[in-house]
């Protein structure tokens, strides 16, 4: 299973950006998707999580901090998943990682200890 993030960067604070993570060997209706989030000097935390298949999202979480400024989509079809993130603050800041969580549980989980698989993760900075 490979997942390949991009969209990452510079971004001013209010600003937005989009992140996609591509999936190969793995069926993203098979599991449920996650966007976790390592600031600096902090460890990972779930930021978003959702699950579904072909043409539509079934459920979504999102990490209170981000509720109302980050919104998800996918391309199942495609192997796509997308972050879009809005309204960027400084407490954004940090590597935003796509994970899997292959339990099969029709519901997803923010904890990120229960992905199995990751991506290398992509930078996001937000200058104030």
């Known amino acids: 299973v490979q997942l390949v993030e991009s969209g990452g960067g510079l971004v001013q604070a209010g600003g937005s950006l989009t992140l996609t993570c591509a999936a190969s060997e793995f069926d993203l209706e098979d599991g449920a998707i996650g966007w976790v989030r390592q600031a600096p000097g902090k460890e990972r935390e779930g930021v978003s999580c959702?699950?579904?298949?072909?043409?539509?999202?079934?459920?979504?979480k999102f990490e209170d901090t981000v509720k109302g400024r980050f919104s998800v989509s996918a391309d199942f079809a495609q192997g796509t998943a997308s972050l879009h993130l809005n309204d960027l603050n400084s407490a954004d800041t940090g590597v935003y990682y796509c994970a899997i969580d292959d339990r099969r549980i029709g519901n997803c989980d923010l904890d990120p200890t229960f992905s199995d698989y990751w991506g290398q993760g992509t930078q996001v900075t937000v200058s104030s």
């Open positions: 959702m699950g579904g298949a072909e043409p539509r999202i079934f459920y979504t």
